[in-house]
């Protein structure tokens, strides 16, 4: 039914103040509506998954013009309903009362009937549908018999029926015209109610099909409540009968057929219409508040729900006002003023169909009122609107305050909205706002014009009704326009100022960002980051002011970095070609063109997954070129480096194409044998042992290298349920075990034999990532001194790990199982991070620290290091050249291309480097000619015995020279005593380090000794 029965309890009013020409002035009401109607149904069905009806559905209508629009649509919506519920349980109460209930009053039924419908609602929808309908149901069927029942038995009295006749206020056109719009205002109030039939559209099972059946059949049934009812009882009781109690005047329409069980039938006609019409706002108008909630429209505890999903804030809201407007009597002046609210409510629906019609015709459209209609839904709301300008007046100037007060609730109730979003979002204070501004301002417009309108009605003569109307209807008029410029046109500026400002942040925080991020990342050579992400949206303003060019400026603004992001993304392809050689970069070791060690361990992972999902066996081997040392020493890196690339060839043309070779690192290589028995890959390690003894390797023109490898086995299959790291660590353990029993052999990894060893070596390196969460490390810092001035001039940071029991755990411990587990990677960013922040800290005193740290050749290796680095130094800035980076010669011969990179890299932000160990082989030699050394470390075993050996001496004093021809300066280790100190200087050597200078100490006991009080250096502190 809709709402449509609301016509029953506005009958006796419209008859009393417009006479028997209420009833046309129904039925161009009821024409109005239908006109709006299929407008209202295509609104609904853009977005079926809400619920609130046609109003709630404007908050996303007008979203891209003003969220103060929306809101005011669906809260004048539900304004509009309020009364209605309290009314229509007042007036069942009413009729009970008479008829068979004397002795219990009428306001406590009404609440009773109230809060007993508002109980049925807290049940769930599916209760209050099994009950409406049942209600709905003996309702029609008794309006239906009250219309039937007269016109079979011919007691119709057809004259009287069709004599329409309008009373007027005062004489003269304009006092029939006013009468007249007053009429179709408060007509206006049950009219459209079959509107009501859309409030439940998301809780609707297959809604395009359903909502256009539940409004034509709406439609239909308020044809019998608007225009058959009151025709028929019209010339039936004639229109003094329907002014009265129609309770006790409709008998006459169920008497041929019910007999003394007539006004039985009208009670219940009655009752049962009134039951609907307090059913209907709880369960219907009470969802527009929850969805405006949920729109962000109000303040968010309407939108709370129960484990029934009924919203009981909003239902309970509804129930608790419907009683207070219940207990003032729900007078004649209350019911117009909210007719004001329910009017915006049904009007503002039909402009929104209008607008996304002419601005947004792509939007999908399961449902498509005829274009026509769309036009006559327009024209509709404009005739509510004049109604209300021309007939609101009459109900005097605290109706008309009331009713704008009424009005403008809802957007008090969206500032209290904003506020607290803006306290949620940590925002405090009340933001001013040009909407604030405008609308206050046109509040005191509204305020004078109501004295004018007291002060110029005062002084009208009495006896000029005309004139008195003619002021009340201005009044409404500048009233209604208040509405329009104080709140909606406000609303509509601050939203596209809103919008363009959201946009602006959007598009600086968001595409400009990432358009910048990405050019630096472009310019750095990093292609996968080098992306920008064009997702802005476009401003829509449909407005040909200011506001529109605004809006149309910044669209082209974004237009154009919509282009600068496709050119960067043009430029990013072209550069594909090369990516496939990046990643063959990033995969293989570029000196032997086989895996890197991150590779082979990515491969490892998914070979292990694979045995256990194929239930197969594989194994790995771990194989490491016996005195390989001996080779780069005798002949060089150069010549080192040939044969490991001759090595890796062999290996890469001995086994089979599935299976996988890396070199881990240095001269050690590993071997991935895809689905074998342990016996089959026992064969296959023992052949590539014999091979690799019986090959010759061709170096310097005829010169043949031999050389000798000890092998590790492990195998492993589904059941192990070992990991890549465990399987390496396995076949490492094997592999010492075969250089500790001669070399040249091989060795297999037994889960019996090796499990202590496998354990401990384990326990290390969860001891070194325990170290790593929880700041275990330590650095204590050793002096240099410069001979010459004999001053401290840096220090060298030397690693050490505190123990459970707070013992020092020296690096020997730990640093061999750290690099060949990798983590070593981890423990150098520590070093270089912790004493970047040492120097910064020291700089913030007002010191200059210069500090050495050692720096491993596993990291030195990985490609991504120096980026890993680069913050930390972009950080210190030009304090960055008083960190040295100490190279050995074995981080170097693990990759010389990525040695020399990374030095290239780190000096580029001022660092230098030192060149660690100088002279105990001839790859020091070497690495001076592609290292950007500034220092020689001169190795210290040519300075332990240095005052006692002439041979010692020569070899220090030609390093000295070599040095300074190169322009680089030198360091002595392991100074041990004075006489050493002097023939030091002697020889020319520029800075000594060793245990007579000093030994390795916390940094602050160096800098500051005990007695001087200083702020302590720690990692943490410093991180």
Not at 205 to 223: E, I, Q, T, W
Not at 613 to 642: E, I, P, Q
Request: aromatic content about 8%; hydrophobic content about 50%; glycine content about 10%.
């Amino acid at each position: 039914m809709g709402g449509s029965n609301q016509s029953l309890f506005l009958l006796g009013v419209l008859l009393i103040g417009q006479g028997s020409a209420a009833v046309p002035l129904l039925v161009i009401g009821l024409l109005l509506s239908l006109v709006a109607m299929p407008g209202w149904i295509e609104l609904l069905l853009m977005w079926p998954n809400r619920v609130g009806g046609i109003a709630a559905v404007c908050g996303e209508a007008f979203r891209p013009y003003s969220a103060v629009l929306a809101n005011l649509a669906g809260t004048c919506y539900w304004w509009g309903w309020v009364p209605t519920c309290g009314l229509t349980s007042l007036l069942s109460a009413a009729a009970l009362h008479a008829w068979y209930l004397p002795a219990v009053p009428v306001t406590p039924m009404a609440i009773g009937i109230l809060l007993l419908f508002t109980g049925l609602n807290f049940l769930g929808i599916r209760k209050v549908t099994s009950v409406s309908v049942v209600i709905a149901a003996g309702a029609g069927l008794l309006a239906f018999l009250s219309v039937v029942i007269p016109v079979f038995t011919g007691h119709v009295d057809w004259q009287q029926a069709t004599h329409f006749a309008l009373k007027s206020p005062f004489d003269g056109i304009f006092g029939s015209v006013t009468s007249a719009m007053a009429g179709l205002y408060l007509i206006g109030f049950a009219a459209p109610a079959f509107e009501a039939a859309g409030c439940h559209v998301g809780e609707t099972k297959d809604p395009n099909r359903n909502v256009p059946r539940a409004f034509y059949a709406s439609a239909l049934m308020a044809g019998l409540f608007f225009v058959a009812i009151p025709v028929v009882w019209l010339g039936v009781v004639g229109p003094h009968g329907l002014e009265g109690d129609l309770s006790q005047t409709l008998g006459p329409t169920f008497a041929p057929l019910f007999g003394g069980f007539a006004r039985g039938a009208a009670v219940c006609l009655i009752v049962l219409n009134m039951f609907h019409g307090t059913l209907q706002p709880l369960a219907g108008a009470s969802r527009t508040l929850s969805q405006l909630s949920e729109d962000g429209l109000l303040p968010r505890v309407f939108a709370k729900r129960s484990a029934r999903d009924v919203p009981w804030v909003a239902t309970a809201g509804t129930a608790a006002m419907s009683i207070v407007f219940l207990l003032l009597g729900d007078p004649v002046w209350m019911i117009a003023a909210a007719n004001l609210t329910y009017l915006i409510g049904i009007a503002l629906p039909s402009v929104a169909v209008w607008l996304l019609r002419r601005h947004s015709p792509t939007l999908a459209r399961p449902y498509r009122a005829p274009r026509g209609l769309v036009g006559l839904g327009l024209f509709a709301a404009a005739v509510w609107a004049l109604s209300a300008v021309l007939g609101f007046q009459q109900f005097g100037l605290p109706t008309v305050v009331f009713g704008l007060a009424l009005a403008y609730s809802g957007a008090g109730l969206y500032a209290l909205r904003t506020w607290q979003d803006r306290r949620r979002s940590g925002q405090i204070g009340v933001r001013t706002s040009l909407h604030k501004k405008l609308t206050g301002a046109m509040l005191l417009v509204m305020s004078l014009d109501s004295v004018g309108y007291l002060i110029a009605v005062r002084f009208v003569n009495s006896a000029d009704p005309g004139l008195i109307a003619a002021l009340e209807d201005i009044f409404v008029a500048v009233s209604l326009i208040t509405i329009t410029v104080g709140l909606v046109l406000p609303g509509v500026i601050a939203h596209t100022a809103a919008e363009v400002a959201s946009a602006a942040d959007r598009l600086a925080t968001g595409t400009l960002s990432e358009f910048t991020r990405a050019m630096e990342n472009f310019a750095s050579g990093d292609l996968d980051s080098a992306s920008a992400p064009y997702n802005t949206k476009r401003i829509v303003v449909h407005s040909s002011d200011e506001l529109g060019a605004m809006a149309e400026s910044f669209n082209m603004m974004q237009d154009e970095v919509g282009r600068a992001a496709t050119a960067l993304a043009v430029a990013r392809n072209e550069m594909r070609g090369s990516r496939s050689n990046l990643v063959q970069l990033a995969q293989t070791d570029p000196l032997t063109g086989v895996s890197n060690r991150r590779h082979f361990e990515d491969e490892l992972e998914r070979e292990v997954a694979l045995t256990a999902s194929l239930r197969r066996s594989s194994a790995l081997l771990v194989m490491d070129l016996d005195n390989f040392k001996y080779v780069n020493d005798s002949h060089g890196h150069a010549v080192g480096d040939l044969v490991l690339m001759q090595v890796a060839r062999m290996l890469r043309g001995r086994l089979r194409s599935t299976d996988g070779v890396a070199r881990l690192g240095g001269d050690e290589f590993a071997v991935l044998l895809r689905d074998v028995t342990s016996k089959r890959a026992e064969e296959i390690a023992r052949s590539l042992l014999d091979e690799l003894r019986e090959a010759r390797f061709t170096v310097e023109g005829d010169h043949r290298l031999q050389l000798s490898v000890s092998i590790g086995i492990t195998t492993f299959d589904g059941d192990d349920r070992l990991s890549p790291a465990e399987l390496l660590v396995n076949a490492d353990i094997a592999m010492y075990d075969a250089k500790e029993g001669g070399r040249d052999r091989l060795a297999l990894a037994a889960a019996d034999v090796h499990q202590e060893r496998v354990k401990s070596r384990q326990s290390w390196l969860d001891r070194i990532r325990h170290a790593l969460e929880h700041d275990l490390f330590e650095l204590h810092a050793q002096p240099i001194l410069h001979l010459e001035t004999r001053q401290v001039r840096s220090y060298e940071l030397l690693l050490r790990m505190r123990g459970d029991s707070g013992e020092l755990i020296p690096p020997v411990a730990f640093l061999d199982i750290a690099e060949r587990s990798g983590m070593i990677r981890d423990i150098d960013h520590w070093v270089i991070r912790t004493a970047c922040g040492m120097i910064a800290e020291a700089d913030r005193r007002g010191e200059e620290l210069r500090l050495e740290v050692n720096v491993s050749g596993v990291s030195v290796s990985e490609p991504g290091f120096s980026a890993l680095l680069e913050p930390h130094l972009v950080a210190l800035g030009p304090l960055a050249k008083q960190l040295v980076i100490e190279l050995t010669e074995t981080a170097a011969v693990g990759n010389l291309a990525h040695a020399t990179q990374f030095a290239s890299d780190l000096a580029r932000h001022g660092c230098e480097f030192a060149l660690d160990d100088f002279g105990a082989g001839f790859g020091g030699f070497y690495y001076l000619k592609y290292l950007p050394c500034q220092y020689l470390k001169i190795d210290g075993e040519f300075i332990k015995a240095l005052p006692s050996s002439p041979v010692d001496q020569v070899f220090v004093r030609a390093m000295v020279e070599l040095a300074h021809g190169l322009g680089k300066q030198t360091i002595a280790e392991f100074v041990e005593d004075e006489e050493t100190l002097d023939l030091l200087q002697t020889l020319g050597v520029d800075f000594g380090q060793g245990y007579h200078i000093g030994r390795p100490a916390p940094l602050t006991e160096q800098l500051h000794p005990p007695g001087r009080v200083t702020p302590t250096l720690t990692p943490s502190a410093v991180r």
